[in-house]
């Protein structure tokens, strides 16, 4: 069982993978593409597992379009990318598992849903198609995938990383108490 210590550990961290995504994403945007948010998604997905990430997306759209008036494209391309490169990196236990479903989740899923969503959101029709994201999620999922995969390699060779790696896996629940 996760001791209180262990919650509040793993909170902290969401917190963290959430200011980060929400400061680093409008780096490098460009309109309908924001790779830094796919570089924090694939990191929180390796780092935190498909619930945490999915979590940390979900919050920091939200962030994103209350604070900084982004359309609901914020929404709907991070958290099917999280989620499935999350559920990928599980299945796999391989950082390019965790590029594949990112590329997936935002790249396909996410740009297909972003259409009916943005016709709800704008009320027009004029000027969208059903595939009108996913050349600009795709691009932005490849450059923050590769950025991502270079981070990792460095990342996964960090104790500390490795820790709180640990931290949220279930045999985390058993170290936890050492880091």
Request: proline letters at 4%; one cysteine or more.
């Amino acid at each position: 069982m996760l001791t209180h210590e262990g919650k509040i550990k793993k909170l902290t961290v969401l917190a963290m993978m959430i200011a980060l995504d929400f400061v680093l994403s409008p780096l490098l945007r460009i309109e309908g593409m924001a790779p830094m948010s796919s570089v924090v998604n694939i990191i929180g997905a390796v780092l935190m597992g498909p619930f945490y990430a999915t979590a940390m997306a979900f919050i920091c759209g939200l962030l994103r379009m209350t604070l900084l008036s982004i359309p609901p494209l914020a929404l709907t391309g991070a958290v099917f990318g999280a989620a499935f490169a999350g559920m990928f990196y599980r299945m796999g236990q391989k950082v390019s598992f965790a590029l594949f479903g990112e590329m997936v989740g935002t790249g396909i899923v996410g740009s297909l849903l972003s259409y009916p969503v943005m016709v709800w959101f704008t009320g027009s029709h004029n000027q969208l198609f059903w595939f009108v994201y996913t050349p600009r999620f795709m691009g932005a999922t490849l450059i923050g995938g590769l950025m991502a995969y270079g981070l990792l390699n460095r990342l996964q060779k960090i104790s500390v990383f490795q820790k709180t790696q640990q931290l949220f896996t279930k045999r985390g629940d058993l170290i936890n108490e050492q880091f």
